[in-house]
């Protein structure tokens, strides 16, 4: 009876350590459900596409000033190819992040720039358009539209451009009469591609604004601090 009942004990000993080895010691906790992946939102996914563009633009004017500066000839088509390479590649993110927002005026301001640098003008000259239909006054849109003017030769909308950005940004229109300057030396250098008159007169529009924003340039807080130095 003794031997039987010791028996009986090993047997339920013997089942509780299989037990107990099976579970690990104790019950393993139930796993977890694999979490859905994060929500990433068209907007956020449209700032994506927009800050890469914007860094292979920063990589494409490097590039295009490098073609300019340099006298090689070899080196000058090669940074020229890699400009165009660049604000092609630039010019896909920034049409993607459009596509993601359509209200992402940067984005926008930047397929009319780079579709500008590849000679895109019409198309370049309708993203401006959206980018100030989206945010009117849009300062960066209206100077880049006014380069876009002249590039196609429409002077009297560049000068409005000139005068729209005048009263609101001076800097911006200050780089806008520099690009008029550099475009009618250009067009100067060629002449078949626009009338001596029409050069002359935009040569003495430009003088006057020039001129003009001299004389105010103290009534600013910019041109005042820099009296001061």
Not at 195 to 214: F, M, P
């Amino acid at each position: 009876m003794r031997l039987a009942v010791c028996l009986l004990s090993t047997c339920l000993l013997a089942g509780t350590s299989l037990t107990a080895s099976a579970n690990g010691g104790g019950a393993m906790p139930r796993p977890s459900m694999p979490m859905p992946a994060r929500q990433v939102s068209p907007q956020n996914k449209a700032r994506d596409a927009y800050n890469d563009g914007v860094r292979y633009v920063k990589k494409a004017d490097k590039a295009q000033q490098a073609s300019v500066e340099a006298t090689d000839a070899g080196k000058k088509d090669k940074a020229a190819r890699e400009a165009h390479d660049a604000y092609a590649a630039a010019l896909k993110k920034f049409t993607d992040a459009t596509g993601l927002d359509p209200t992402l005026h940067e984005a926008w301001n930047y397929v009319g720039y780079t579709n500008r640098k590849l000679g895109n003008y019409d198309d370049a000259l309708l993203a401006y358009e959206k980018a100030l239909a989206i945010k009117p006054g849009y300062a960066d849109a209206l100077e880049y539209r006014g380069e876009a003017y002249l590039a196609v030769g429409r002077i009297p909308d560049a000068q409005q451009a000139y005068l729209d950005l005048y009263g609101g940004n001076r800097a911006l229109a200050g780089k806008l009469l520099t690009a008029m300057k550099s475009w009618a030396a250009a067009q100067r250098a060629s002449p078949s591609s626009a009338s001596t008159t029409n050069l002359d007169e935009l040569d003495k529009w430009i003088q006057e604004r020039a001129q003009i924003a001299g004389q105010t340039a103290a009534l600013t807080r910019e041109g005042t601090i820099a009296s001061w130095r």
